[in-house]
């Protein structure tokens, strides 16, 4: 599904990923995790195609990312911030994007379950961040794509809309769909994810189960194995 050889990636002198590797084969939900600059959403974008490696080589779905961009049709994104036009109206958006990826939706199940029906005549910039936020989920679930990419999907979210969320990734897991997620929100990874994918200084520290992860750490809480796992690296 997804393959990444000797990824190197610079911004300036900033060395932001480094010699990475990582194969993560079809179906699951694996959570993208590591403190703030270890690379994260460098290696989302690469995955993307919306940011040019300098050394290595990335395959999505069998297909290499530097030659064939077709591959990106079978993924849906959510990015941590999306900004879109401000004077366009949701109702316009979802259907510019379903005019723009030319695949069957099911947007209409997904505005109801997220409750932005009453907002389909408003401007987007006129709604809350939460509403923007469920406006972006709906644009990312309302494809049937064999890869799912969610930086963030939790920022703003109210609790209805969260337990929503979590039943949309729980239903596209069981269809064979392969998640990346990242988030800060430890409980909500450790409630959804199957694997932990654990960067730290551009490189791969930890892949691997919840429970593993423990062990390694000699943990028996999620949140401070993370800790843990961090400070394993700095006595390494």
Same mark, same amino acid.
């Given at each position: 599904?997804?393959?990444?050889?000797?990824?190197?990636?610079?911004?300036?002198?900033?060395?932001?990923?480094?010699?990475?590797?990582?194969?993560?084969?079809?179906?699951?939900?694996?959570?993208?995790?590591?403190?703030?600059?270890?690379?994260?959403?460098?290696?989302?974008?690469?995955?993307?195609?919306?940011?040019?490696?300098?050394?290595?080589?990335?395959?999505?779905?069998?297909?290499?990312?530097?030659?064939?961009?077709?591959?990106?049709?079978?993924?849906?994104?959510?990015?941590?911030?999306?900004?879109?036009?401000?004077?366009?109206?949701?109702?316009?958006?979802?259907?510019?994007?379903?005019?723009?990826?030319?695949?069957?939706?099911?947007?209409?199940?997904?505005?109801?379950?997220?409750?932005?029906?009453?907002?389909?005549?408003?401007?987007?910039?006129?709604?809350?961040?939460?509403?923007?936020?469920?406006?972006?989920?709906?644009?990312?679930?309302?494809?049937?794509?064999?890869?799912?990419?969610?930086?963030?999907?939790?920022?703003?979210?109210?609790?209805?809309?969260?337990?929503?969320?979590?039943?949309?990734?729980?239903?596209?897991?069981? =269809? /064979?769909?392969?998640?990346?997620?990242?988030?800060?929100?430890? +409980?909500?990874?450790? #409630?959804? !994810?199957?694997?932990? $994918?654990?960067?730290?200084?551009?490189?791969?520290?930890? =892949? /691997?189960?919840?429970?593993?992860?423990?062990?390694?750490?000699? +943990?028996?809480?999620? #949140?401070? !194995?993370?800790?843990? $796992?961090?400070?394993?690296?700095?006595?390494?």
């Amino acid at each position: 599904m997804i393959k990444v050889v000797d990824l190197h990636k610079k911004f300036g002198k900033n060395q932001v990923l480094n010699n990475l590797n990582l194969i993560i084969e079809g179906g699951g939900i694996f959570a993208v995790l590591g403190p703030n600059g270890s690379g994260k959403t460098t290696l989302i974008k690469s995955i993307l195609g919306m940011v040019r490696m300098d050394k290595g080589k990335i395959e999505v779905l069998d297909q290499a990312v530097k030659t064939n961009w077709k591959y990106r049709k079978e993924i849906n994104y959510l990015p941590q911030i999306a900004n879109f036009p401000g004077n366009l109206r949701v109702g316009e958006l979802i259907r510019m994007i379903v005019d723009l990826r030319q695949k069957p939706d099911n947007s209409e199940e997904l505005i109801d379950a997220f409750q932005i029906r009453p907002f389909l005549d408003k401007k987007l910039a006129t709604l809350s961040g939460g509403t923007k936020q469920k406006v972006n989920i709906v644009l990312a679930f309302m494809f049937d794509s064999p890869l799912l990419i969610l930086d963030e999907p939790t920022t703003g979210l109210d609790p209805a809309a969260l337990i929503q969320l979590k039943k949309c990734i729980q239903t596209e897991k069981e =269809k /064979g769909k392969t998640i990346l997620v990242t988030s800060h929100i430890l +409980q909500f990874v450790e #409630e959804v !994810a199957e694997g932990i $994918i654990y960067l730290l200084e551009g490189k791969i520290y930890f =892949k /691997g189960s919840i429970e593993e992860l423990k062990k390694q750490t000699g +943990q028996t809480n999620f #949140e401070h !194995a993370i800790v843990a $796992i961090a400070t394993q690296k700095d006595h390494a």
